[in-house]
């Protein structure tokens, strides 16, 4: 099907170059004696976090740093200059000649802007002396023009001013690729009243609200030395490479990271061949490549694989703390991106960059440790143990059925909307998976069976036998977008191409909030009963109770769970237009404003960057999609029906001249088609244009514009079947999809 002709249609020669792509050489490390190194022993060597801080600064500015990061005290004057300068010599020697604040804004991208190192001394003889130059206040503070990012209506212009202050629990590191090096400083973005203009702001923020109440209800069971608890994340990343030569004749990957138009190849993944099939050599060579970046950008990255749909790929990390594994995300989706320019690949992280096949999530592995590093979602060995992880369990769900519609909202995005629900991916109704035997431990909880919570009732319930049971993955719903899985929950509704942290504060919120309901509830029970484990075992039972709704062991995919999660009373937020109302419903999101993870303010501003968002992506889609079929679909429709009148002549048999007819009718009849549905789009889009509310916007795109694409695409994808192959300028999805195979 993959021919090589002589024709001038430039997809073909885009395929050519596509299947005989050169391999690109891997940067290959070595080690003092020539040999290829181990990964332990470049691992994080572009970075500078606390232990290379330790090793390389003067003990008191050590020690002062320990305070401000355990305890949020200022950071001194002398010790900020004391950590540049330490900071300065170790990235100018390793080559880096600028310096960057490096900050998430919420655009969804990252942002930078560089500065030299360079300073300018004037000597005694008025000559001009350079020198390289790094002050405390350059690394801690920045003010980078913030009138140009989003605020949400948060700033007046007067105050348009915006701060980038660092993060010292969030490794420095240096960028680097054929261009240069340059040190990066991750840092928190904020208003002139301290509003977050970023998305690490709020994570942050949850974390201290996780500790806050975490720790006061695990002191009150009994855990009294806790200092700390930390939520902890490993995201597992799907996404799409697709060869760059083909991207390149395809507006619409370019414009909006997703095919607008394709019509479906002959095989897809109908075969299950891709998955944890072997990986093409082009895309090991990348991800050998972008691996080997990632190491020493201290970003431990442990499993590859081929996804589900053809020329699909997934990258997961270890876990670590979720301030920094979020970082590392982001991170992750930079160097992916430009990784795969390297090798002539375009590395797509939209959620559904072609239909019909599955599209690309975040599998957000997240659990909770306290300061000793114990993981509270570890089944223990100890009833103590094992009552600690049933109470936080308990907390957990009470935290999901509560906040479900938060949740949903945190992860509404345009690309979101074309995977969720869809037969792939988890639906769009919040519910949890707990596995057969963790739901029956429950279940007897709910009916009383441990009522006194003594040491046998709690090992009788078989809470030390889970780890083993979760490892057996028959017990796994894949259909599930909050499944628990043996010692952390799996949030899969997230978007592939998605800063985790807004979700992940959201979570950790809700969290925060159950932990703070679960301390009131857990102190009346210890005046009624006799021994605090009956206590805990109450409390327990009663959120087990509370909770049971959002509990669901079924097919997520399936009809019947829509309407019985109706009857549940789950919220069912089908879209994004719906979901993210929820961030203007004040008592939704109550329990953001009580953990101080977000203000008032704030949620208003991310409603409206995220309607703004929604809007602006819609517009350019449709606008591309319009384009494209008055400029590529109509003329290749065009030249195939010139072609085909051309064949009119008498020369066919009466019976032959009859279908060529035919043909020529069912060309025309989709021509027609096209032609209406490309006028009725074009009408809706400007009359969206003359709207001046952009949540009406929203809206009339989601209901009127969206389904005017879909029946526009549609004729558009039958005529691509109906054109002659060398007409056909767009490249096509068997095209796309498996040049990987052929290289
Ligand atoms: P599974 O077999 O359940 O998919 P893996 O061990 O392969 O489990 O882990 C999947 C992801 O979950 C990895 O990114 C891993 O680091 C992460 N993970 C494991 N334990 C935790 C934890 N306690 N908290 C957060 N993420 C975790
Ligand atoms: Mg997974």
Known sequence: MMTETTSSNQRYSSLRSAVHAPLRKIEKMTNIHGKQAAISEYFGNLTFGLAQMREKLPRDAYQSLLKTLDHGKKLQKETAEAIASAIKEWAV????????????????????????????????????????????????????????????????????????????????????????????????????????????????????????????????????????????????????????????????????????????????????????????????????DVEHELYKLGIPVKTRHNEVAPSQFELAPIFEDVNISSDHNVLTMEVLKRGALRHGLVCLLHEKPFAGINGSGKHNNWSMSNDKGENLLEPGTTPHQNLRFLAVLSV???????????????????????????????????????????????????????????????????????????????????????????????????????????????????????????????KELLKEKPTRDEAVMEMTKQFVKHSKAVRFEGNGYSDEWKAQAKKRGLPILSSSAEALEVFNDTKATDFLVQQKVFSKEELASRYHINVERYVKTLDIELLTLIELTSSHVIPAVERQLIELHKVNGGFLSKSLATRHKERIQA?????????????????????????????????????????????????????????????????????????????
């Open 93 to 288: 020697m390793k080559g880096a000649t600028h310096f960057c604040h490096w900050f998430q804004p919420m655009t969804g991208l990252t942002a930078e802007k560089h500065d030299a190192f360079i300073s300018i001394q004037h000597t005694n003889h008025s000559e001009l002396r350079v020198i390289e130059r790094f002050t405390g206040s350059q690394l801690i503070q920045g003010e980078p023009d913030a009138s140009s990012f989003p605020s949400g209506g948060m700033r007046s212009t007067f105050e348009a001013r915006g701060y980038t202050a660092w993060d010292p629990s969030s490794p420095i590191f240096i960028m680097e690729d054929e261009s240069g090096k340059t040190l990066c400083i991750p840092t928190v973005f904020f208003g002139y009243h301290g509003q977050a203009l970023d998305n690490k702001m709020p994570l942050l923020k949850s974390v201290e609200a996780l500790t806050t109440e975490g720790c006061e209800f695990l002191r009150l069971i009994g855990d009294v030395d806790v200092r700390r608890i930390n939520a902890t994340l490993g995201a597992e990343q799907e996404y799409f490479l697709i060869d760059k030569q083909f991207v390149a004749l395809r507006p619409d990957l370019i414009m909006t990271g997703r095919t607008l138009l394709g019509s479906a190849s002959p095989r897809g993944q109908q075969l299950e061949d891709h998955y944890f099939g072997s990986i093409p050599t082009r895309v090991r060579h990348f991800m050998q």
């Open 667 to 743: 060309l025309e009849d989709v021509f027609g088609e096209i032609l209406s549905h490309l006028d009725l789009l074009s009408e809706i889009v400007e009359m969206i244009a003359t709207k001046s509310d952009e949540t009406e916007k929203m809206n009339a795109l989601a209901a009127t514009a969206q389904p005017a694409a879909a029946k526009l695409r549609h004729a558009a994808d039958r005529a691509e079947q109906l054109v002659a192959d060398d007409f056909w300028p767009l490249p096509k999805y068997r095209e796309m999809l498996f040049a990987n195979t052929l290289s």
């Open 396 to 522: 957990i769900l009470k935290a999901v059925f509560d906040h479900a519609d938060v949740l949903r909202a945190s992860i509404a995005t345009p690309g979101n909307d074309h995977r969720l629900g869809a037969n792939e991916a988890p639906p769009a109704i919040i519910s949890v998976f707990l596995g057969t035997m963790l739901g029956n431990i429950l279940d007897d909880i709910e009916t009383g069976k441990v009522a006194k919570a003594t040491e046998s009732q709690i090992i009788d319930l078989g809470v030390n036998k889970l780890p083993d049971v979760s490892k057996d993955y028959t017990d796994r719903n894949r259909t599930s977008p909050f499944a628990f899985t043996g010692n952390k929950f799996e949030f899969r509704a997230v978007g592939s191409s998605a800063n985790v942290a807004v979700p992940m504060a959201i979570l950790n919120a809700a969290v925060a909030q159950a932990f703070r309901e679960a301390t009131e509830k857990l």
